[in-house]
């Protein structure tokens, strides 16, 4: 089994910066890629960021250029660097990971893994 914890998130202001971590525990060979999924009330759950195992990554069009993933494989560690957070980036943040990224015509796609974390509240209010 695999175990995913999240930290990290909280109440910000529009305009600041939190960073997320997510730390893979168990058997950890069953992890491929990782990514970040967030979901509002009364929203589906959506993909923000995924990350491959050698790095390559890939983001929704609604978080470029304000949100970074990583991952430290030695460490069994997904990061999510948010800043220049909006109102409208409120949500449950999950950690997910599972399978490999599927590449298909020159873009990555992330399918939803087998392995969640528990989600942490990222609040952005003034």
């Known amino acids: 089994q695999v175990q995913l914890v999240e930290s990290g998130g909280g109440l910000v202001q529009p305009g600041g910066s939190l960073r997320l971590s997510c730390a893979a525990s168990?058997?950890?060979?069953?992890?491929?890629?990782m990514a970040w999924r967030r979901q509002a009330p009364g929203k589906e759950r959506e993909l923000v960021a995924g990350i491959t195992t050698d790095g390559t990554t890939s983001y929704a069009d609604f978080v470029k250029g304000r949100f970074t993933i990583s991952r430290d494989n030695a460490k069994n560690t997904m990061y999510l660097q948010m800043n220049s957070l909006k109102p409208e980036d409120t949500a449950v943040y999950y950690c997910?990971?599972?399978?490999?990224?599927?590449?298909?015509?020159?873009?990555?796609?992330?399918?939803?893994?087998?392995?969640w974390g528990q989600g942490t509240q990222v609040t952005v209010s003034s």
């Open positions: 997910n990971a599972g399978g490999p990224a599927l590449y298909q015509r020159g873009t990555y796609y992330f399918p939803p893994g087998d392995y």
């Open positions: 168990g058997s950890k060979d069953r992890i491929n890629a």
